[in-house]
């Protein structure tokens, strides 16, 4: 289980401190997929940072199985980040090793025996659907093959959530559809927690059960995104299904 409670952080500048995150709180179950929406610059990557320590918050609490994790140091933080994969937005994959070898970093990393990363690797590139890849450089992929590898180097380490940054903004609709599938297929088979960063409303109503919607550093809605669709209570979030609509 995954609590945030009143998270905030503030950043500094010449034009004085602008609040990226404004108390933020959420609880989410083992097994949800939970869609976090907003426009540019309403706090969504700033939020997914912090929930994965990239970025320290100025204050709250974020829980995972009752622990909080902003109290953690060392070995200690460092395991916890290993239940956290994160898909990065732009894939972040190293240029240099093979699909493979991606999948691999993260466990060498946590200093995992050779034969069992070798196992894991073909575990995570089967699933991914892309074992034919495993040899093939970051440059020889497609964007979605480029996704499925990071979204298999996410789960090198069993994390108990998976973070995806807009994992689907580089991607044509018919790869969308397909990312969206297998998050979907991972999330049932692993009961992995999932936590989406989008702009793009049609990522949230293909395969969330919950969501948020962000303006401003603050959720001005959340719930069961059934429910949210079906009866919108905020201005932003009409604006979104709006902007939706009269694309469709």
Do not use: W
Request: net charge neutral; aromatic share 4%; glycine share 8%.
């Amino acid at each position: 289980m995954i609590t945030v409670e009143n998270l905030k952080k503030v950043f500094s500048g010449k034009d004085g401190d602008v609040a990226a995150l404004n108390g933020i709180d959420f609880s989410l179950d083992n097994g949800d997929i939970f869609g976090i929406i907003g426009m540019s610059g309403a706090g969504k990557s700033t939020l997914l940072r912090c929930i994965t320590m990239l970025e320290k918050p100025d204050s709250g609490r974020i829980l995972i199985d009752g622990t909080d994790i902003l109290s953690l140091k060392g070995e200690a933080l460092r395991k916890a980040r290993r239940q956290m994969g994160v898909v990065f937005q732009g894939y972040n994959l190293l240029m240099q090793r093979t699909a493979a070898q991606n999948v691999a970093f993260p466990l060498e990393l946590a200093k995992t025996p050779k034969k069992e990363i070798e196992k894991r690797i073909k575990e995570l590139l089967a699933l991914v659907k892309i074992e034919d890849k495993a040899d093939f450089y970051p440059s020889q992929l497609s964007g979605g093959q480029k996704q499925r590898v990071a979204i298999a180097r996410a789960l090198a380490t069993s994390p108990e959530a998976l973070l995806c940054d807009e994992p689907t903004s580089a991607l044509d609709s018919l790869t969308t559809k397909q990312v969206l599938g297998l998050l979907e297929e991972i999330n049932k088979s692993l009961k992995t927690t999932i936590i989406i960063i989008t702009h793009e409303i049609g990522v949230v109503r293909s395969i969330c059960n919950k969501m948020a919607v962000i303006d401003g550093g603050r959720f001005v809605e959340q719930g069961s995104a059934e429910e949210i669709f079906a009866d919108p209570k905020s201005e932003i979030t009409r604006l979104l299904l709006g902007i939706s609509e009269a694309a469709e």
